[in-house]
Nanobody, 126 residues
Framework: QVQLVESGGGTAHPGGSLKLACTTS????????IGWFRQAPGKERKAVSC???????YYTDPVKGRFTNSRDNTKNTVYLQMNNLRPEDPAVYFC????????????????????WGQGTQVTVSS
């Protein structure tokens, strides 16, 4: 398994921005798709975005047009730029590595991932 560490969480105003990072020291990082999930208190963990090893990003409808997923393989890091944050965005955000093989049709399914990070808290407050 790959050990992942999230960072960059914090508090932003509605309409504000935060940038999360997901970093690993694993040598095969660039061969794995990396997903972002979020979990609000009392709710199930839900997919947010994924970026394939070929740099193709995928998003769920609630974040399309607001969040941008990117990766820098030279730094073994994936970023989630979150703009125009809304009251429904607060949650603990997790990154995870896709087990493979990667298919676009089911990238959002949590059981397809392993090596979950510890999560980083995102709060939106005025």
């Amino acid at each position: 398994q790959v050990q992942l560490v999230e960072s960059g969480g914090g508090t932003a105003h509605p309409g504000g921005s935060l940038k999360l990072a997901c970093t690993t020291s694993a040598s095969n990082f660039r061969e794995r798709a990396i997903g972002w999930f979020r979990q609000a208190p009392g709710k199930e963990r839900k997919a947010v975005s994924c970026i394939s090893k070929n740099d193709n990003p995928y998003y769920t409808d609630p974040v399309k047009g607001r969040f941008t997923n990117s990766r820098d393989n030279t730094k073994n890091t994936v970023y989630l730029q979150m703009n125009n944050l809304r009251p429904e965005d607060p949650a603990v955000y997790f990154c995870a590595a896709h087990k493979g093989p990667f298919y676009v049709i089911d990238w959002y399914e949590a059981p397809k991932y392993d090596s979950w990070g510890q999560g980083t808290q995102v709060t939106v407050s005025s």
